[in-house]
C-alpha cells in the first residue's frame, strides 16, 4: 500500500472509528512495522566439514519471523523476500568457530544461490580461543530474492561453527525502505 498523505483535522471535526482504524494502519505501515524482517538461529553446532570452502549454514529456529521470510523444514538456510515485500534490507550474520590455530575463517552473504553480496574473512585468532566472525550490509532485493549466510574455515579438517547465546550462527534482514 502506498503512503498517503494524513487527513488534516478542524477542531469541529467528529473522529469516526473508521477514521481512527484508518490513522492507525496508515501510521503502522509509516513506520514500517509490518515490513518484513526475520532474525534466525541453529540451537546446535554446525560442523564445517570441508575445509577451504564456503558452506551454507542452516537454521532451526526463529527470533522473530515477519512476512514468512524464513521455514524451519523447507530450504532451511534462506531468508526470502515475500511478494510485495522488495525494498533497501540491513541484512547481517555472525558465526563464532571453534578454537583452532591454523587456517582462516569467513562469513559471506550470498544472494540468489550465486552472487557474494558481502564477504568478512580473517585469519585464526589462535588455538586457545574461539573465533567469532561477523559480516553486515545493506541491498536492495526483489520480490522472491533471497539470502543465505555461508561459513568458511580452512583449518585442514572439520571444524565445528559454534552455538552461542544470541549471536551464533545468526542470520537477520531487515526492510529498511523502498
Known sequence: MAWTTPKTWAVADVLSAADLNAYVR???????????HARVRNSANISH?????????????????????HDTVTNTSRLTVPSGGAGLFLIGGC????ANATGLRGVQIRLNGSTIIAIQEAPSVGAGSAHPIAVTTAYQLADGDYLELMGKQSSGGSLNMLA?????PEFWAVWQST
Open 164 to 168: 552461542t547465546t544470541n549471536y551464533s
Open 49 to 69: 566439514t570441508s575445509s577451504g570452502s564456503y558452506q551454507a549454514l542452516t537454521f532451526n529456529s526463529e527470533r522473530v519471523d515477519v512476512g514468512a521470510m
Open 26 to 36: 496508515d501510521n503502522t505501515k509509516w513506520l514500517g512495522t509490518d515490513k518484513p
Open 95 to 98: 558465526i563464532e568457530f571453534a
